[in-house]
């Protein structure tokens, strides 16, 4: 996880063509940024251009605040890129939501204490009241928004409102049941992030465990994805899987799928943490 | 893998209730078997009962070609049991259907020619001539019936006659590029067993790999099953998976999933020739 | 992980003969006792017999508390057999160790707190008072005993006496980084459940993540193992891996690491609250 | 796997500094190449660059067997480089040194012989006839060297001989059975790639599944390595693992074992053909 340093962190995409690996890299290393990493990647079927490159501002002759003009006028529209800043020393805002399961929950809080994660959570919101003990343990706020399908278009504006007047910048989804609205996902624009217990494209929509079950497969998985309007169909950040043998009941299913949910949710939102992660159509390119 | 012993094997499933284990290791231990493996399991949501068996025939009592008439007479009938009896020291006979990929096969004839498996190869079938060679170069005969749909009704039968006439317990499609007719299929329960490139029930049907590559998925994987009439929805003996990353073409999932199929596949033949799974409904039990 | 039914568990080893499984599941049929769950293996090279077996006493003719003298003289003496009885509606009692790190005490109070494991924790023992808050979070007494190299001889007796006021069965070491001493260790035999931060045998004692990176290996893992006077050579219950590059820094070794090591200490741990697992010399039997 | 395409590709390490990747990039970008991939990994610890890079070399103005003089005299002395430069349409050649194990050897020979590799195998070694029969049904000169302890100084230099009149670029050990002299591995620095039938570093040197046995471990694995004078103890280049429980014997740990030995040493040879190999010390940087 990213360390508290004095460095930007720059994701772009746009049409592949040459020169742009060089012009990006000149301008970092004529300005007196040194380049502390970078990778990139050519998608040559569809002829996209991906990369990521962070350096030290600590000699950079360009100031913070003025980098992104700069890169703007001198090099992105020069080569149509879309293009995202991000500071080393500057935490995300998260917001979690969550219903009645805790596993993954506990999980993500466990990083927070431990400062494993370079994050802030101003907001933990439910739709049940069950797990606010653990916000509060914690000292996080929760609030209870008690949405369902009668109600979530008088709720979701409310929750935007809450949202927006904490500057949250990414909603990570920790086994929330909740179906959320086209209005809502499009104001969050892959900053959305949720955990799907299979392994999609497998065992869409309610009860995959039970799905599994009936099918007698020998593994089972989760997903960890951006939440697009189409269900369970955005772009996958991270998978695995655990085998299971004709023995596991639902049960047990449920109890190991517990286990791999929270490490590929946790997997998923530290990379998008960390800023590693650049969406497109429904893929994801997730660099190292 | 098995070893030539002086021993026999017996798979049973039947509904459960008491005393069905007692009454096997009595049979077994009454006339002086000595049980040598033994695992069992029950199915309590459909009240199944499952189990298998091995024991030495060194001090047996009953004579070999007894066996199965007496257990069917004192034990089964009772117990309304299906079950299946082997001897270790009898070599189950393969067919290996082919098309035009060869990694399969080249997996399965390593085992065989090196002793791993406990087997016997009287023929290799194909619908191409492409790896005659192969089967060539390990004295096994290679026969070519150059099935499409159009003369898959007249030339089914063929297959059929020869396959009997050569006493094959068990049918592999070492990616065999054919979908059987139901006849064919209906002639061999659960004696066919194919490898498909995908974790079933993703990516059902034709060019898995480009579907994966697709949807974006970060795991690619392989499924051994039973071959029913449902396509690709028989019972699952083995599946297992492997990472890839955005970077990987579908070339490289072609290649990658080679290995993880050749794997998965000669894991769940191996499991079958050991008479170690039960295929019952669409799932299998697959013992240690 | 166990539901509180009213069901006895008997895990059995002795040496092999004839006739043991055929004993014990007489002794339980002939007395009214319905077998849940019955896995048993023979350990040919060494000729030792295990066996694990569940069944309900609903309409066992024998009382409860008498099982185990009855069992005793009637089975176990006649085949020399080492026994465990234990009834699934006891929950077992847990004294956690801990000293500075989270990441292990959090996903077991994770599991505690949600129900998942049959469980009790009566106290959290540290020799650092860092994690004092997280034990009262969950309500759960912290006590500190400072324990280091030169006072360990004073304060261990201690430990005992307090660990035995509240009859604790098992003691877990959630990256407890004082070494036990050989009198603590054989008052608690195959009892004390550490978690070892690399696949033992390799990398023994301090810093295996310095070591691993040093080696230049492309995977680390984590050991959960009974504690024996023999430093990390004791019995391993579980152990799984994870991938790593030449990119991981010492930093992403620890940070990959405490998700392997959380993951593959909780499962040995269930699996010893389920009374799935038999210590043997340096080796355990571990049933489905 | 490479493609035979009209393309260059360069491997690098140096000192790190300032201006490295913007160099190495503006040579190829001013002499008209077009860079199809590109990565680099700085290890800060050490202070070492390392990079990959491959481009078209369609519209190159250096002559092809003028780029190794042009790139060492403008940029390689500057920044102190160790360079290797290939051709992706020149076949690398490689010899297989086997002794009596046939897994290793069958599933190379099955990529070779299908197409999936880049490579030409001129020859098989062997210290034993065993296998000789493989290498004819592949139509590869197979030689006999009977080496032993006590005749291995004289052998050596006939196969050293062979070898460099062979032209070989790398040699593979698909499970020779002999230690190779310090002579020998001297003469072919990072291009004798072995495989080690356990996760080095344990269970270094001989029998590996047997102390691996013997210790009661829940995994075994494989480590594809190159040999360096110091057994065992050569730079890493792939690892793998495989579940093992407590009912596995020495001979299924063997049998299991081959499979993730096979694999291993496949995906590890593969990526050094491929030319996606650095290795410095007793590490290796693996590219994508």
Redesign the interface.
């Known amino acids: ?1 990213a360390k508290n340093t004095n460095a930007a962190v720059l994701l772009i995409h746009c049409p592949d063509r ?2 742009i ?2 012009a990006v ?2 301008f970092i ?1 004529t300005n007196k940024g ?12 569809d002829g996209l251009f991906f990369m990521r490159v962070e350096w030290s501002l600590d000699d950079f002759k360009i100031p913070r605040e003025k980098i992104k003009e700069y890169f703007d006028t001198l090099i992105a529209q020069r080569f149509e890129m879309k293009f995202f800043l991000h500071f080393k020393d500057e935490k995300p805002r998260m917001a979690i939501f969550v219903s009645k ?3 993954c929950l ?2 993500i ?2 990083r927070y ?2 400062g ?1 994660w370079n994050v802030e959570i101003p907001v933990i919101i439910s739709n049940h009241p069950d797990l606010q003990y653990i916000a509060e ?1 914690h000292n996080i706020p929760f609030k209870l928004f008690p949405l369902r399908k009668d109600n979530k278009t008088m709720l979701e504006p409310l929750e935007i409102e809450l949202l927006d007047s904490l500057n949250i910048d990414v909603i990570v989804l920790a086994r929330y049941m909740q179906v959320l609205s086209e209005d809502f996902i499009n104001h969050y624009p892959n900053k959305i992030i949720n955990i799907h217990h299979s ?5 869409v929509g309610a009860k995959p465990y039970h799905q599994a079950h009936d ?5 089972i ?1 989760a997903t960890c994805h951006y939440v697009t309007a189409d269900l369970d169909a955005g ?7 655990v ?1 299971i ?3 596991d ?1 639902i049960d047990d299913l449920v ?1 190991k799928g ?2 791999i949910e929270k ?1 590929v949710f ?2 998923g939102v530290a990379k998008h943490l960390d800023h590693k992660v650049l969406a497109f ?6 660099f ?1």
Chains 1, 2, 3, 4 share one sequence.
Do not use: C
């Open positions: 996880m040459q020169g690996l060089a890299t000149d290393n040194n380049i502390l990493y970078l990778d990139q990647w050519v998608d040559k079927e399961m805790q596993h506990d999980d809080l466990s204490s431990s494993e343990s392994t999609l494209p497998a065992f099918r007698g497969v020998k593994l998985g772009p996958i950040i991270e998978q695995d899987v085998h043998t004709h023995k009941t109890r517990r286990d490490i946790s997997r159509r429904n893929r994801t390119v997730v190292d």
